[in-house]
């Protein structure tokens, strides 16, 4: 059984540009949570998705959107990057309160 | 929102010597996760209590919620290298199910000398 999946790996964007990273939740989980953590920090709460909708968010601008699919894949998506976005994004699933962890995808903007 | 503030930020110790990390919070907390993160790795999850004053144990490793419910603590009884990695707390403020925001505190990175 597949863990969480992530991709790409590693990216490396310009100011301005943007991004979507891609997340494969684990077997059986619905609820798709991404995070993002910044060198020497502990992650941040980005937003959750669960049935294709957005149900939390956290303290991040509208820059940062974000999708699920029916076979509950999702997608974060981040406009008009800036240096600071530069960081790990992390996708997390879950079907309990358990969350599982993807790899993450190591953000450099330069 | 809730936050959790985690102390030490740093800790080394000698292979055999015990280690605790402490997580505390100015609110009344749901329940507390505590996940630990390998260098270059991700978080996993290690354990989840939701009771006042509930303690529990893995093999070495034992976790406590307070009383009051605003502050844990996570215990290593005679540390290994394997131990080796950042430790965060976190909170859910969803009373543990499977939705709410976890909030993270800011970790405690382990080094364990051989």
């Known amino acids: 059984d597949a863990g969480v999946t992530q991709s790409p790996t590693h990216l490396i964007k310009t100011r301005g540009q943007q991004v979507t990273l891609r997340c494969s939740p684990k077997?059986?989980?619905?609820?798709v949570s991404w995070y993002q953590q910044a060198l020497g920090q502990g992650p941040q709460f980005i937003f959750q998705?669960?049935?294709?909708?957005?149900?939390q968010r956290g303290n991040f601008p509208d820059r940062f959107s974000g999708h699920q699919f029916p076979n509950y894949s999702s997608e974060l998506n981040v406009n008009a990057l800036l240096l600071g976005d530069s960081a790990l994004y992390l996708c997390a699933s879950s079907w309990g309160y358990e969350q599982f962890f993807g790899p993450g995808t190591r953000l450099t903007v330069l | 929102g809730q936050q959790v503030m985690q102390i030490p930020q740093y800790q080394h110790v000698q292979e055999g010597e015990d280690f605790t990390t402490y997580c505390n919070s100015s609110t009344t907390l749901s329940n507390i996760q505590w996940y630990k993160q390998r260098p270059g790795g991700h978080p996993v999850f290690l354990i989840q209590l939701v009771k006042s004053g509930e303690v529990k144990k893995q093999k070495r490793l034992t976790f406590q919620f307070g009383e009051a419910k605003k502050n844990s603590s996570l215990h290593i009884t005679a540390t290994q290298t394997t131990d080796v990695g950042t430790y965060f707390c976190?909170?859910?403020?969803?009373?543990?199910?499977?939705?709410?925001?976890?909030?993270f505190g800011q970790g405690t990175i382990l080094t364990v000398h051989p």
């Open positions: 077997s059986g989980h619905d609820t």
């Open positions: 998705y669960y049935e294709e909708e957005e149900r």
């Open positions: 976190g909170s859910t403020d969803a009373g543990g199910t499977s939705y709410g925001k976890l909030t």
